[in-house]
């Protein structure tokens, strides 16, 4: 199978926890963002353990169907063993985003094509984005959700984490992958022959005082924890730094003023 994709940060048990948890945190926002209306056929690409096509499924109701598209191997076995109560409209392949494993009655017959956390991990994100509009109906909507990785701000700023981010952004340059691909996505869909409709961010962020603080807090720590290898083996960041930054951060994360400001890049498109 044709990679597409270097994943920086692994599928190790401890990885497929913090997409879990990182599912609970944004599924709520995405979900009313993509507005969906009932009946559906939707594409879910890089569908992941699959917990965000299950939510679309319940979504489109009976009336609907969701196809989830995963290159992990691993990802896509616990997806299928997942109880829920879709599991009749919700169908899961093993697949690459620049080659889906769509049958030829299916292209041009979906209506809506989603990817989120995707395309920032493809070498070739422009390709993907024309598999998907090449997926649905004519005046199918394309969605995608994805990171840039410029706009987090946390405050006060836990000493040495400036330098761990900017370090953690380069490993993705160093995979070939882009952790800016957020701002580019109404391009993408331009250049995919779509027609972008509309922009917006989803908020993920949070405060010290609330309730989910720490879940988001942990999800942070999750997200470079796992790519201290790369970071450490690419000379992206010193050994000590990387360390002394990440008690900085979990130092920082019991103070009763730290802040979380963060976004998720949302576009919409629609093919003519």
Not at 47 to 76: C, K, M, T, Y
Not at 128 to 149: S, Y
Not at 250 to 266: L, M, V
């Amino acid at each position: 199978m044709k990679s597409a994709s270097s994943y920086l940060h692994g599928t190790s048990p401890s990885e497929q926890s913090r997409l879990s948890l990182l599912n609970r945190l944004v599924n709520r926002g995405s979900l009313s963002a993509l507005d969906l209306r009932g009946g559906e056929r939707v594409l879910e690409m890089g569908s992941g353990l699959g917990d965000f096509a299950r939510e679309i499924a319940r979504q489109v109701g009976r009336r609907g169907r969701v196809l989830g598209i995963e290159r992990s191997a691993r990802q896509l076995k616990q997806s299928r063993h997942r109880p829920t109560s879709s599991a009749s409209r919700v169908e899961f392949r093993r697949g690459d985003a620049l080659s889906p494993p769509l049958r030829p009655r299916e292209w041009g017959s979906f209506d809506v094509a989603h990817a989120r956390f995707l395309l920032e991990h493809l070498r070739d994100p422009l390709t993907a984005v024309r598999q998907m509009v090449r997926a649905v109906r004519p005046g199918g909507r394309i969605v995608l959700e994805d990171d840039d990785h410029d706009v987090l701000r946390l405050h006060p700023s836990p000493a040495g984490f400036p330098a761990l981010w900017r370090a953690y952004m380069s490993s993705f340059r160093v995979l070939g992958n882009d952790p800016l691909i957020g701002r580019k996505l109404p391009a993408l869909l331009h250049r995919s022959g779509a027609r972008p409709t509309r922009n917006t961010w989803i908020f993920f962020g949070s405060c010290a005082g609330h309730r989910e603080f720490p879940l988001f807090l942990e999800n942070l720590t999750e997200v470079l924890a796992s790519a201290r290898k790369t970071l450490l083996s690419k000379d992206l960041i010193a050994t000590p730094r990387f360390h002394a930054a990440m008690q900085s951060l979990r130092d920082w994360g019991g103070r009763p003023d730290a802040a979380i400001y963060y976004a998720i890049s949302w576009a919409e498109g629609r093919r003519p």
